[in-house]
């Protein structure tokens, strides 16, 4: 009798052991479509077997843990790929946008207003006199300098917009790596346990993927089943469960990104912060220096040349613009407000004597050497081309690297991923196995109480 005891005992374990699969397929169902969920499996293992002069006899099976299906190797490597999506990511947008600040379809800004300016001297040396004409070489002037400063402002609210994204970038940041050692605290004692650590492993892969797209780092798994983050160059994010806080503040050079009071603005080349801090330390920078060089140059010559002439008054030339070094697109302005002091003759000539205007209108054609012996057009042209060129690389390869991202998802997805067809699979299996040990527990259950009868 003792052996239907124990066979009623090992037939109640393999009910709860078929249970327990069962909840971990219902598990699976339920999270099919749950981003970063790892299907799970309940693994069984046979008990040690009780030894009897004809043999050893079996007792059965235990769960001995539920365990997740994960790929490190290509958990790692989407880590990776995610820190060179994020980077084109934190620039595409902006890159765009520089693009449209700088170029127009419809020909206008700044390319047009330099031909405009001095399509309006070439006017008026068909009537030096015209008081029409000069005005009209103000009003073109005025609005040459409007348009170097509207194109100034627009770039400078990009790099406005731009910081604050650093600003925000770098509080989701510290969100995720104060989210990410709060699982390791909770994973620790599971992991010391020999448990898998299921939704929380999960969570805290899901935290580390998302951290991946916005800096570049490092991660390394610990024997208690924590993961210690750092930067690119070591320096760390999260050790065990305690997180470092990033801080983002201004400075004259840009934005500056410190760790425990360190400077790592440098050393980040990787993810979305990294695509910011670039256009905020390089590449708007650049393309703010370029106007000003162009504006500079421009009022530069214009002015030499029409302080040589003489205006309607018979009075030496001014300045044609004012503009302070170093900012000259978003500083320039018209120093002359009367047409009359427009010099568009030489020195001692009449009224009617264009030939500074002439001149002035012959810089539209000649090239410089401070604009790297381009023309004025051809040079702010160069900017434009430079922009879009830029703009269509890093949007050519985010599309690339996009679709790196993809086929390393797919592949973690035929991996961990739930498959509702194999689980309906393993769903009968489990079923038709519960009611097999249904069936072994209510014969025995028939057999003890006949014996139970025939005894009494």
């Keep these: 009798m003792g052996g239907l005891f124990s066979a009623l005992r090992f037939g109640f374990q393999s009910l709860s052991n078929f249970s327990t699969a069962l909840s971990v397929v219902n598990d699976n169902v339920a999270n099919a479509n749950t981003p970063g969920h790892t299907r799970k499996r309940a693994i069984m293992e046979p008990n040690l077997p009780l030894q009897f002069p004809y043999g050893a006899l079996g007792t059965g099976a235990s769960v001995t843990r539920i365990e997740g299906t994960r790929d490190l190797f290509l958990s790692r490597r989407l880590v990776t790929e995610l820190q060179s999506q994020g980077f084109l990511q934190g620039q595409s947008a902006t890159l765009e946008q520089i693009e449209a600040s700088l170029f127009s379809s419809q020909g206008q800004g700044v390319s ?109 798994e610990t024997e208690n089943g924590t993961i210690n983050v750092t930067t690119s160059t070591g320096l760390p994010l999260v050790l065990a469960g305690q997180p470092n806080a990033l801080t983002a503040n201004p400075t004259s050079a840009g934005i500056e990104v410190r760790l425990d009071g360190q400077d790592i603005t ?88 264009v030939s500074v205007a002439q001149q002035l209108s012959d810089l539209r054609d000649q090239t410089f050497a401070s604009l790297g012996d381009h023309t004025l057009n051809d040079f702010y042209s160069n900017v434009v081309f430079r922009a879009g060129l830029e703009s269509r690389n890093v949007r050519e390869s985010l599309l690339t690297q996009s679709s790196i991202v993809q086929d390393v998802r797919l592949q973690i997805d035929s991996v961990t991923g739930v498959s509702l067809d194999e689980e309906a699979i393993l769903l009968v299996q489990f079923q038709r196995s519960y009611e097999a040990n249904a069936r072994v527990i209510r014969v025995i259950d028939e057999l003890l109480e006949e014996t139970m009868n025939l005894v009494s």
């Excluded at 001095?118 to 002037?141: M, P």
């Design 266 to 353: 440098s050393d980040i080349q990787g993810g979305e912060l990294g695509g910011f801090l670039r256009l905020d330390r390089q590449v708007i920078p650049s393309f703010l220096d370029d106007l000003n060089t162009l504006a500079e140059e421009l009022a530069t010559q214009v002015n030499a040349i029409h302080v040589g002439g003489q205006d309607l008054n018979g009075a030496a030339g001014q300045p044609f613009f004012t503009f302070t070094p170093g900012t000259a697109a978003s500083s320039l302005t018209v120093n002359i407000s009367d047409p009359a002091q427009v010099a568009a003759g030489a020195p001692g000539t009449g009224p009617g004597d």
């Design 112 to 220: 047009e207003q330099i031909t405009r300016f001095f399509d309006s001297f070439l006017d008026l040396t068909n009537d030096g006199s015209s008081q029409v004409q000069r005005q009209a070489v103000l009003s073109e002037g005025a609005t040459l300098a409007r348009e170097f400063s509207d194109a100034t402002q627009r770039l400078n609210q990009l790099s406005a917009d731009n910081r604050q994204r650093i600003d925000d970038t770098v509080e989701r940041i510290n969100s995720l790596t104060g989210r990410i050692a709060e699982l390791n605290q909770a994973l620790a004692p599971l992991t010391i346990n020999g448990q898998d650590g299921g939704a929380l492993q999960d969570q805290r892969q899901l935290a580390l993927e998302e951290l991946a797209e916005l800096i570049d780092l490092q991660s390394f």
